[in-house]
């Protein structure tokens, strides 16, 4: 089985996984300081 030869430049994947990430962490920081609340 041959693999394809698909060209990314590593600037297209880098914006790529911040335009994921950043929205992902927040979301996740957002839900951890929620979850400080409920517990104090």
Not at 6 to 34: D, E, H, M, R, Y
Request: charged fraction near 10%; glycine fraction near 8%; charge should be neutral.
């Amino acid at each position: 089985m041959e693999q394809a030869e698909t060209k990314t430049s590593p600037l297209l994947l880098i914006l790529a996984w911040g335009f994921v990430g950043i929205p992902l962490l927040a979301g996740v920081s957002q839900t951890l300081i929620n979850a400080m609340k409920l517990f104090n």
